[in-house]
């Protein structure tokens, strides 16, 4: 247990994002005990001239316009700094030198002003968390000077973003900083080349809203769906998921029926599953709507694509699933070996439909409350206590 500390977080995500975000979780966690500035990611130009007007942004712009305080308070111990102005966008340039300079410029303007908040704050000897973010704290350790510095890698950066700079720039942020922790044991074989001192620090999740004893009402559009059903919540793509393999199982299994929660891509849209009259789409729900979902299905699922996206990716939704004792299948992965004893890990349409039928078949009340203690053991406590473990000041 680290206590009496002061922590500052930089990162990808800023905090009004619409979706979880462990780097809020860790955050969250560690101001239990010490004190901790959450740095919001900052508006590029173009961002602010744009039209987007999801909550994260429009909180921003309003920042920016001076319409609300660059500074908020959230509990006793965290504070979130919000820019009030706007840097260059540059993932567009050409890497190296050029993209660097620009880089820097926009790195020294947003540290610059962060120091003044921390001194405001009685900040000193802080220690450095950045989140997953290689462009905008690449320069974080130099200007901030912090005691100690941890890069955070909970994500594999195989998207345009990251391919023009990242595979440069990572190694040597990992490098720079004291210690690199990681939620997979695939991401942490990824960066042990650049950093020896790197450490699977787990998953941790909120699982208050997924409370088994609670009485989810059923959720209406699911009134009229017959059983049994196998679920799936989430967003719906085809860079995650795996389309044709749920029209296979679902077209062998008429008998069940297949949900799939979430907003979906246009290939999605246009996916021949939309033919099956056992497969139904029920759209995008708030995130508090979920759980009531999860827990009026008979099985969850996970059918992901096997892609440099999901092969080393942490599952928040198997925790979710399990919190709520149900039984769930899911794409065999590297980062999914650990459920191995609470899930069944597919690697064919044949193998689902075995799954399928085998949860049917053996689910009982005790297995039920096996999966619910495994889940209970992903906590944030646990997690940021393993990070904790690896702080060396």
């Known amino acids: 247990m680290i206590k009496g500390k002061n922590f ?75 820019f009030p102005f706007t840097i260059w966008p540059i993932n567009f340039l050409p890497d190296g030198m050029l993209f660097d300079l620009a880089n820097k410029y926009n790195s020294i303007r947003m540290y610059s002003f962060a ?32 005691v100690f510095s941890i890069y955070y890698r909970r994500d594999n950066l195989v998207s345009s973003y990251w391919q023009k700079h990242a595979p440069r720039l990572e190694p040597i942020l990992s490098k720079k900083c004291n210690i690199v922790v990681v939620n997979s044991i695939q991401l ?52 995650r998921l795996d389309a044709d393999l749920i029209f296979e199982v679902a077209k062998k299994c008429r008998q ?20 099956l ?24 699922m996970n059918p ?16 979710e699933y399990l919190a709520l004792g149900k039984p769930v299948i899911a794409t065999k992965t590297k ?9 069944w890990n597919c690697t064919s349409v044949d193998e689902y439909i075995h799954a399928i039928h085998e949860a049917l078949q053996t689910n009982s009340q005790e297995l039920i409350q096996k999966r619910i203690n495994f889940a209970h053991t992903h906590t944030w406590t646990n997690s940021v206590n393993q990070l904790y473990s690896h702080i060396n000041i």
């Open 335 to 343: 980062a999914m070996a650990m459920f191995d004893k609470y899930v």
């Open 256 to 275: 069940m029926s297949f949900i799939l929660v979430g907003g979906e891509d246009k290939y999605f849209k246009n996916h021949k599953l939309h033919t």
């Open 188 to 239: 942490s074989e990824s960066i042990l080349p650049y950093n020896p001192k790197c450490y699977d620090i787990g998953q941790g999740l909120d699982l208050s809203k997924y409370d088994y004893r609670t009485k989810y009402p059923k959720p209406k559009d699911m009134l009229n769906i017959s059983q049994p059903t196998i679920g799936y919540v989430g967003w719906i793509t085809s860079r």
């Open 277 to 300: 009259s056992n497969v139904y789409f029920l759209g995008e729900k708030k995130q508090e709507e979920i759980p009531a979902y999860v827990a009026h299905f008979d099985i969850c």
């Open 8 to 82: 500052v977080f930089t990162g990808l995500q800023p905090w009004d994002i619409s979706i979880g975000s462990n780097a809020k979780d860790i955050a969250l966690e560690i101001s239990k005990q010490n004190k901790v500035l959450y740095i919001n990611t900052p508006l590029d130009k173009k961002t602010y001239q744009s039209k987007e007007n999801t909550p994260e942004i429009t909180r921003r712009k309003n920042v920016i316009k001076k319409k609300l305080p660059i500074l908020r308070q959230i509990n006793l111990n965290l504070w979130v700094l919000d």
């Open 115 to 146: 120091k003044k908040i921390l001194k405001k704050l009685h900040f000193d000897n802080y220690i450095l968390f950045i989140d997953n973010d290689i462009y905008r704290s690449f320069y974080a350790n130099e200007i901030l000077s912090p």
């Open 304 to 319: 992901q694509q096997i892609n440099q996206i999901t092969i080393g990716n942490y599952p928040r939704k198997i925790d």
